[in-house]
């Protein structure tokens, strides 16, 4: 059986048989047709490969963790205690709100708490003299009773006096408004003198960016075009989802660090008709920043059975795409075909060839 070959040099075919005709109509009446020569074309025959597999998305940067900084308690705004866009460690201090008035609720809060315990120390003395009493029968059991009650009503007055102690005291201590994450405060949402009404305002926020996550989404027609390659055989993907992620910049340029992905939406957007992914990647020295725009590729597939034409081979009619292939009788024909991804130089033909074409 004779192997049909593509057709690479479809154009220069086409080429001659327009120019003969015309040189033709040049020469003189009186000139002896000369005998057409079929123009000498470079020919291949296609074979199935493996080549590898790589997918981009358009993606934005976005810090692994991003937390809002908000006061705990109302009052007003003394200092800011950072520099906007600089790291602030995990715990340390941000804003200070106004702590005069808390200190005040805490001084009354500590004197109710003594005035209870003195309270207490009373009743106790109280129930230790009535106990003799009761035993000899010096005491009435109403007065021995209503002792013992003072007593009891006195401790619970006392734990009281402990709680509102601590509630005043952490109160106190949240108007030293504290970074819950180390990372890259951003710009203050809240200038000194600005009344906060607790954790109703938004103060600032805080971004961790090592590692920092990219954010993308797959179009729901590619995912299931991906899904239809891989049950046919035609695309083999990583175990377990195991890609190696690289972003190009803005400039053009790769980001020198590899990341992989962590996490992919089942669901589909119904506003884009993308599923939200997301990949993780080191950045040691913060060159990455929340919020950049960049191209993230997914390698690590497969396609075993490629098939692969030179670009140049393939022509664009009215109908589509196609390649001359040779048939049997050694002549050119046209053959529609269907592409997929570039491979280097080369299309990667889906539909329309086979082994051997």
């Given at each position: 059986m004779k192997l049909r070959n593509i057709y690479l040099a479809a154009a220069a075919?086409?080429?001659?048989?327009?120019?003969?005709?015309?040189?033709?109509?040049?020469?003189?009446?009186?000139?002896?047709?000369?005998?057409g020569m079929p123009p000498q074309v470079a020919v291949v025959t296609v074979q199935p490969q493996s080549v590898p597999a790589a997918f981009e998305y358009v993606g934005q940067t976005a810090g692994s963790r991003e937390v809002e900084v908000r006061a705990r308690v109302t009052g007003i705004v003394l200092k800011r205690n950072y520099r906007?866009?600089?790291?602030v460690a995990q715990g340390q201090s941000m804003f200070t709100i106004d702590p005069a008035p808390f200190e005040v609720a805490a001084a009354r809060a500590e004197a109710a708490l003594a005035s209870a315990e003195a309270k207490l120390a009373q009743a106790k003395r109280n129930s230790a003299r009535l106990k003799p009493l009761f035993e000899i029968k010096a005491a009435s059991q109403k007065d021995f009773d209503d002792a013992a009650s003072a007593?009891?009503?006195?401790?619970?007055?006392?734990?009281?006096?402990?709680?509102?102690?601590?509630?005043?005291?952490?109160?106190?201590?949240?108007?030293?408004?504290?970074?819950?994450?180390?990372?890259?405060?951003?710009?203050?949402?809240?200038?000194?003198?600005?009344?906060?009404?607790?954790?109703?305002?938004?103060?600032?926020?805080?971004?961790?960016?090592?590692p920092i996550y990219v954010l993308f989404g797959v179009p729901d027609e590619e995912r299931v075009r991906l899904a239809r390659e891989v049950d046919s055989g035609r695309l083999v993907l990583p175990r377990d989802g195991r890609f190696e992620v690289t972003v190009k910049l803005a400039d053009g340029s790769?980001?020198?660090?590899?990341?992989?992905?962590?996490?992919?939406?089942v669901r589909v957007s119904g506003n884009t008709s993308t599923s939200e992914a997301r990949a993780e990647l080191p950045n040691p020295a913060g060159f990455l920043h929340p919020g950049q725009f960049v191209r993230v590729t997914l390698k690590g597939a497969a396609r075993p059975v490629a098939i692969l034409v030179p670009q140049r081979a393939v022509l664009e009619g009215p109908k589509g795409k196609f390649v001359y292939v040779v048939n049997a009788e050694s002549k050119a024909e046209p053959r529609p075909v269907e592409l997929g991804d570039w491979h280097g130089e080369a299309w990667i033909v889906t539909a329309g060839l086979a082994a051997g074409d």
């Open positions: 075919a086409l080429s001659a048989a327009f120019v003969v005709p015309l040189l033709s109509g040049c020469e003189p009446a009186n000139s002896q047709p000369h005998a906007e866009g600089a790291p007593e009891q009503v006195a401790e619970a007055e006392v734990k009281t006096a402990r709680a509102n102690l601590a509630d005043a005291r952490l109160n106190l201590g949240y108007t030293r408004v504290e970074a819950p994450i180390a990372g890259i405060a951003s710009r203050a949402q809240r200038s000194e003198g600005n009344y906060v009404s607790g954790p109703d305002v938004l103060l600032t926020t805080v971004s961790q960016i090592d790769t980001y020198k660090e590899t990341g992989k992905p962590n996490f992919t939406d």
